[in-house]
């Protein structure tokens, strides 16, 4: 039996270097401009921007200007202008308690801006009454919500404004809605009208608040048909002030749901 050489015995013997240590020593060989051109590789992976601009500048071309461009719509306002401040303990203080009364006091004073604002739209729509708008507007109330469960697109595109569909779709894309309007425990009235100007004289944006006292029924399910928030036999009383809005002197403008004030200190609970 022949013994191996001095020579293969140190070569079976010696560890084979690892993965790591080899990378180690390629780094530490590389020239100066290799590790420039890893670091950069490594800036473009964390901001692209960089590498376009960098690309264009050694190419001798002047980068685009960038546009931050923000979608406008003509037909709403983005927000509510001068909102109605529900009174506290609105729906459940007595008109002679304490409450009540200063309820009473704050709504007259309320009342000379209203009459005046009522009196701009009647320049527009002579035969607007609040008393009247304000079944009709909880009408429009109760359609919205309806083609909401449905999710009707183009007839809810018609019932709410621009600003207002978003907020109404926001988390129900994958989710089943089970809403129901029971009846009205009192009457809707109108509580705060506002007109305002927009960036010409004249061309006048309405804003007018209701105050709804109903029983409904909400039921909300995810994707899998199990119940995250309500009950569909649980009925309850729900205090509302909805907002509608209409662009006064377009001929082919409709009153339309433009959001819900909610009074201060409540709660708000949204899908996530």
């Keep these: 039996m022949l013994l191996p050489s001095s020579t293969s015995l140190y070569e079976v013997s010696r560890p084979r270097t690892t993965q790591k240590i080899h990378k180690a020593r390629k780094k530490a060989r590389l020239l100066k401009k290799d590790q420039k051109r890893l670091a950069e590789k490594e800036e473009w992976k964390k901001d692209p921007r960089k ?3 960098g690309l264009l500048r050694k ?3 002047k980068p685009g200007r960038q546009y931050a461009e923000r979608a406008i719509t003509i037909t709403c306002t983005g927000d509510f202008f001068e909102p109605y401040i ?7 203080a007595s008109t002679l308690s304490k409450e009540g009364a200063k309820q009473r006091i704050d709504r007259v ?10 009196r701009k739209i009647r320049q527009f729509q002579p035969e607007f009454q609040t008393s009247e708008f304000a079944w009709k507007a909880q009408q429009i109330f109760i359609d919205a919500h309806n083609n909401l469960q449905n999710f009707d697109k183009n007839t809810l595109h018609s019932l709410v404004t621009e ?30 009208v506002r007109c305002t100007d927009m960036m010409t004289k004249g061309n006048v944006y309405a804003q007018v608040t ?3 006292l ?12 199990r119940l995250e928030v309500g009950s569909e036999d649980t009925p ?12 006064l002197p377009s001929r082919y403008g409709a009153w339309r749901l433009h959001g819900k004030i909610v009074p201060h200190g409540l709660p708000t609970e949204n899908p996530s």
């Excluded at 529900?86 to 459940?92: A, F, I, R, S």
């Excluded at 569909?165 to 029971?182: A, D, H, K, L």
């Excluded at 309850?236 to 662009?247: A, M, T």
Aim: charged share 30%; with cysteine.
């Design 163 to 192: 600003k207002c569909y978003p907020e109404m779709v926001s988390g129900f894309r994958y989710r089943t809605i089970r809403w129901n309007f029971i009846e009205s425990l009192e009457k809707p009235r109108v509580v705060h």
């Design 86 to 92: 529900p009174p506290e303990g609105d729906g459940k």
């Design 236 to 247: 309850k009383d729900v205090l509302e002030y909805i907002v509608l809005e209409k662009h």
């Design 214 to 225: 109903s029983r409904q029924t909400l039921a909300i399910y995810d994707r899998f048909g």
């Design 51 to 53: 590498m376009v601009f």
């Design 210 to 212: 209701v105050r709804m």
């Design 109 to 118: 004073k309320n009342i000379g801006v209203t009459q005046m604002a009522v």
């Design 59 to 61: 190419a001798g071309m």
